[in-house]
């Protein structure tokens, strides 16, 4: 989708690119579990330029979306695969799904929601939203890192 | 890299970039991996509370022979979404089944499964069982070790040995099958004594009181009694391993047990000592309960860096001076000087060497240089064995292609004694 949004913007070459590195990261994907973790650092910044560049905003956030979606299901299979062939993951699978609905529909919602909504603020006001972004991650970050 | 890494770093570019750039947009791509987060925080798994039995089908098999194991997991905690159970049957081949089984277990449900394992010779103890669970998205992680019971001793098998002669010069005073140097009763003739009260009539021996008008004699027969028997399993790597990582060890094991059990059948009192990775004593004992100590320590024993036997001490306390020694070892010309010194402190010494040489030739191509250089060394090994035969040691040669027991029973075998009775007996 993020592809089909630069093709659209005539961009060839970054369409070309995105391409390429989606069909290496499909190949890679069975070899390596961190290409997951790149593919969705790469997409993700190239929806950010999209944006940034005023590409339509669907297709990137349905592009992040997918790319998001890819990531989780890798991490998923990967955690399967040490599982024995003959386990029922059926189950499993349907209730991870379902949990990665729900919060993927929920943050597609409040994205969706941004797009109607529109707050202005200054620079101090961004300044103080960027200070308390690196307290509350740092938190959530650390917080999940310790239940581990 | 950790998925909580990668979100959090993601969610922290993405806010930054936006505010920087004023594009609500692309502070609005964070918002799902924020949810992501915020999900695996809540649904992430408590403190695991897992109770593990663990049975096993057998504790002690022949190598080859399946043993099964069945675990069985009940969870005392909160609900567990996403539970990879692993089992660590190290060195063991899994048959069937699986030892890891990833599951979902409710509050006070209990899953049991089971995997049948086979081995070789060896003692693999099974001390824990790993847990780790996960929410369903699989980002908070908790792992524990849960300690449980059970061990598989999978026994060297070897075949029997009916008869083994040895005579140690001293001898417990036990009955036994061991010629004892001692006159009394028995079945062997020991010598002519004069007649003692109590004699059977059986025992006068009419010929020797017929020449003497004033005395009756009567025959003394040799006592057999049980034996102390010390059984030295060479283990030291350093002439045990051969050539594209062989080793003869197996066969020395096989002949070990073999050994010890044929010396215990016959009622002698055995003990065996491994000396390889360590200097592993098995205390000598009787019967099948030291049978059983003796195969398990078989079945641990290992090859390890122990150089040469001069440092070896035979505690008098567990063998007296005469014992009967059996040294189980390929040997190596080395060897020679501390065998010496066994021998010279009174010890009966008979030692089996499988042979590596012959061993080593049957695996490598044939060719000239081959042959030459096994000619060699089969020489310097005739050499060794010889000198230690005129030091007064008993040497047993094991081509490793012949059976065992057939070997054994060439060179350490006497015809049963009712046998030589038959034939003293003066019937032709």
């Not at chain 1, 560049?53 to 997918?66: D, E, K, Q, S, V």
């Not at chain 2, 505010?19 to 403190?47: C, H, N, S």
């Not at chain 2, 780790?132 to 992680?141: I, M, Y």
């Not at chain 2, 017929?210 to 102390?228: G, K, L």
Request: hydrophobic share 45%; aromatic share 10%; glycine share 10%.
């Amino acid at each position: 989708m993020i592809a089909a949004g630069f093709y659209g913007a005539g961009m060839i070459y970054q369409t070309f690119g995105l391409i390429v590195f989606g069909l290496a990261w499909m190949a890679g994907q069975r070899k390596w579990t961190w290409v997951a973790s790149l593919g969705l650092g790469v997409m993700t910044l190239a929806a950010v330029i999209g944006l940034l560049y005023n590409l339509p905003a669907p297709m990137m956030i349905g592009g992040f979306l997918c790319a998001f979606i890819a990531w989780d299901l890798s991490g998923f299979n990967s955690r399967v695969k040490l599982a024995a062939k003959d386990d029922n993951h059926g189950r499993l699978a349907q209730l991870h799904l379902l949990r990665l609905g729900m919060v993927i529909g929920a943050g597609f919602g409040v994205v969706m929601l941004t797009r109607t909504i529109r707050v202005h603020f200054d620079f101090e006001m961004a300044a103080l939203l960027i200070i308390a972004e690196v307290w509350g991650l740092s938190v959530l970050v650390g917080r999940l890192r310790r239940s581990e | 890299m950790s998925r909580i890494i990668v979100a959090g770093l993601l969610i922290f570019l993405l806010v930054i970039t936006g505010l920087i750039a004023f594009r609500g947009e692309v502070v609005a791509l964070a918002v799902p991996l924020a949810l992501y987060l915020l999900a695996g925080l809540y649904w992430g798994p408590d403190k695991l509370q897992l109770e593990v039995n663990r049975t096993l089908s057998l504790e002690r098999v022949s190598p080859g022979d399946p043993a099964t194991i069945t675990l069985e997991v009940k969870n005392l905690g909160a609900p567990l979404e996403n539970l990879l159970l692993e089992d660590f049957p190290g060195g063991l081949t899994i048959i069937t089944g699986s030892p890891r089984k990833l599951v979902s277990l409710k509050r006070g449900e209990t899953f049991t499964w089971s995997y049948t394992v086979k081995g070789k010779r060896g003692h693999y103890p099974f001390s824990y069982l790993r847990a780790s669970a996960r929410d369903l998205l699989g980002l908070v992680e908790r792992v524990e070790e849960i300690p449980t019971r059970g061990q598989l001793f999978i026994l060297p098998a070897a075949p029997r040995v009916r008869r083994i002669a040895i005579r140690p010069r001293r001898t417990r005073v036990y009955a036994g099958s061991i010629p004892a140097r001692i006159g009394g009763p028995g079945i062997e003739f020991f010598g002519v004594r004069e007649y003692q009260p109590g004699d059977p009539q059986h025992w006068i021996n009419w010929r020797a009181s017929a020449r003497y008008s004033n005395s009756i004699y009567s025959n003394e027969f040799e006592q057999e009694r049980v034996a102390d028997v010390g059984i030295i399993l060479d283990g030291r790597r350093v002439i045990n391993e051969l050539g594209s990582g062989r080793s003869i060890f197996e066969h020395s094991v096989l002949a070990a047990t073999s050994l010890a059990d044929g010396f215990l059948a016959a009622g002698n009192r055995v003990g065996l000592l491994v000396y390889g990775k360590h200097v592993n004593w098995t205390y000598p004992g009787y019967g099948k309960l030291q049978r059983e100590k003796i195969l398990q320590s078989l079945a641990r024993a290992d090859l390890g860096e122990s150089q040469v036997f001069s440092g070896l001490i035979i505690p008098r306390k567990l063998f007296p001076a005469y014992s009967q020694m059996v040294l189980v070892s390929p040997l190596e010309s080395g060897d020679f000087e501390g065998l010496v010194r066994f021998r010279s402190a009174g010890f009966q010494l008979i030692v089996v060497s499988p042979d590596p040489v012959s061993y080593e030739v049957n695996s490598l191509p044939e060719s000239n240089g081959a042959s030459l250089a096994a000619r060699i060394v089969r020489i310097e090994r005739e050499i060794l064995l010889h000198r230690l035969q005129r030091t007064g040691i008993q040497v047993v040669n094991w081509n490793t292609a012949l059976p065992f027991e057939n070997v054994i029973q060439g060179a350490l075998s006497r015809p049963p004694a009712w046998l030589k009775a038959i034939h003293s007996g003066g019937v032709g």
